[in-house]
């Protein structure tokens, strides 16, 4: 049904409203399109969003599991870290022990080293000392049967006195008691002064003492025996022992004795003789002077000079037994040596094929007190031993000077000199020094017998007899208590 409309006045045409309406249908119905389009855009949106609200869910749940694995991670992460601390704290640790172990074992690798050479050293040191023990062990057998076979009684004792070891000499001698010592004089030695407690105190020692045995040795000889005994420190296997040889000199003592008799009746016989010969001869000489000829005046003087030689080794030989038995008497008177000394070397020098002389005696007189005759016997003997060994053509010095409280009478040759090595045995009687071709050699030189002198110490004229070098000339100095 249809209701009537009145038009308002200002109405617009029909035309224009449905135009309009036309334009307004369209445009709803464009709007109904674009609201269906709009719905169908919201449900796809919709949809849209329950998806993505699904995959935001689905996404919160993973992002969530995501961060309880991440979470699960960080802490395994932190946990890696941390057992990589420990492996790399523990690694660094088993480097270091490492190290440690490589150092041990390179020490214990040279340990091993010098341990293998220490034993092969040991092993050398066991041979050689297994060798030197042999070679003692022989060495002590050698000496013991050294020690057996010696005549002289060998007593070895320690730093107490007590004997250690005594050969069979000693126990033949004396027994194994100790020996008890008399003196030259048969009275008892101190008990300090025995052999056995002079060497207990490491004394290097010479000693001569006697025994009374009760048994005569000889016909007519009295019961007491002679010895001497030597000692000197024996540094055996570390302790300080001493050894005491002790020689039986009875017999040696007996013979010097018969010796020196002899020597002193042999002197004694010959010179009778010798001086009736020369007694003649001097009173024959001036006779053949006078009237015979060339010849036996010749003759006559040598025989003279002959004569006189016989009487100086008589003289010299019955010196000699007297110098060794202590039994040189001497002089002593003072004297000047200046005129001594001038009048020898003007004798030695007459001699034949004697040697020029140079004298350095000074102007001032030098006064000792001594035996003239003594003192020539040795101013010859220096003179006439610088002449025989040195060349013909060169002079013997004398010279004469103080030395201090004493007078230095120097002798000087020009001569090879003496070897070194026979120095130390220049006045050990009857010596010979050995012939050598070299510079440093002498020819052989005989004994030198000073009669009144002692090599390096104070003799009957209170003087001492050495030898001096003067630069590869070499001469003998005496001296004479002022």
Not at 159 to 172: D, F, I, K, S
Request: hydrophobic fraction near 40%; charged fraction near 25%; proline fraction near 4%.
């Amino acid at each position: 049904m249809m209701r009537h409309v009145t038009a308002p006045a200002d109405a617009r045409p029909l035309e224009d409203v449905v135009t309009d309406l036309t334009r307004l249908t369209a445009q709803v119905r464009q709007m109904a399109s674009a609201n269906r389009a709009l719905r169908g855009t919201n449900e796809t949106l919709t949809d849209a969003n329950a998806t993505l609200t699904d995959a935001n869910t689905s996404l919160r749940r993973d992002r969530a599991d995501a961060h309880t694995e991440t979470a699960h991670a960080q802490a395994e992460t932190v946990d890696a870290h941390a057992e990589t601390a420990d492996i790399r704290t523990r690694n660094v640790a088993l480097h270091a022990t490492n190290d440690a172990l490589d150092r041990r074992n390179a020490d214990l690798k040279a340990t091993v080293a010098e341990m293998e050479r220490a034993n092969g050293a040991l092993q050398a040191h066991r041979v050689a000392v297994q060798e030197v023990v042999a070679v003692l062990d022989a060495e002590r057998a050698q000496l013991a049967v050294i020690l057996a076979g010696l005549e002289d009684a060998v007593l070895v004792v320690d730093q107490t006195g007590t004997p250690l070891r005594m050969n069979a000499a000693y126990v033949q001698l004396f027994g194994h008691a100790s020996v008890a010592p008399d003196d030259a004089r048969g009275r008892p030695l101190a008990p300090d002064q025995t052999p056995q407690a002079r060497a207990a105190r490491g004394e290097t020692f010479s000693l001569s003492f006697s025994l009374a045995t009760g048994v005569p040795s000889l016909v007519g000889e009295d019961t007491r025996r002679w010895f001497v005994a030597t000692g000197q420190p024996l540094h055996e296997e570390g302790a300080t022992h001493a050894i005491v040889v002790i020689r039986d000199v009875t017999l040696s003592n007996r013979h010097r004795r018969l010796q020196e008799e002899f020597l002193s009746l042999a002197g004694h016989e010959l010179r009778t003789p010798l001086t009736s010969i020369k007694g003649y001869l001097d009173l024959l000489t001036p006779l053949l002077h006078a009237g015979s000829d060339e010849r036996s005046r010749r003759y006559a003087t040598r025989a003279l000079h002959q004569t006189q030689v016989l009487v100086t080794l008589v003289r010299d030989l019955t010196d000699a037994a007297r110098l060794q038995g202590g039994q040189l008497t001497l002089d002593r008177a003072a004297l000047d040596l200046v005129p001594l000394i001038a009048q020898v070397a003007e004798t030695v020098q007459a001699l034949p094929a004697g040697h020029a002389i140079r004298l350095a005696l000074g102007a001032a007189p030098v006064w000792v007190r001594g035996d003239a005759g003594r003192l020539e016997q040795v101013l010859v003997n220096l003179l006439t031993n610088a002449g025989a060994h040195a060349p013909s053509e060169t002079p013997i010095d004398v010279r004469l000077r103080r030395v201090g409280a004493e007078v230095a009478l120097d002798v000087q040759d020009y001569g090879r000199g003496i070897a070194a090595d026979q120095l130390p045995h220049l006045f050990t009687r009857s010596y010979q020094v050995a012939r050598r071709s070299s510079r440093a050699g002498r020819l052989r030189a005989g004994p030198l017998h000073l009669p009144g002198t002692d090599r390096g110490a104070r003799g009957p004229h209170h003087g001492r007899v050495g030898r001096r070098a003067w630069d590869d000339v070499h001469g003998l100095v005496a001296l004479a208590g002022g």
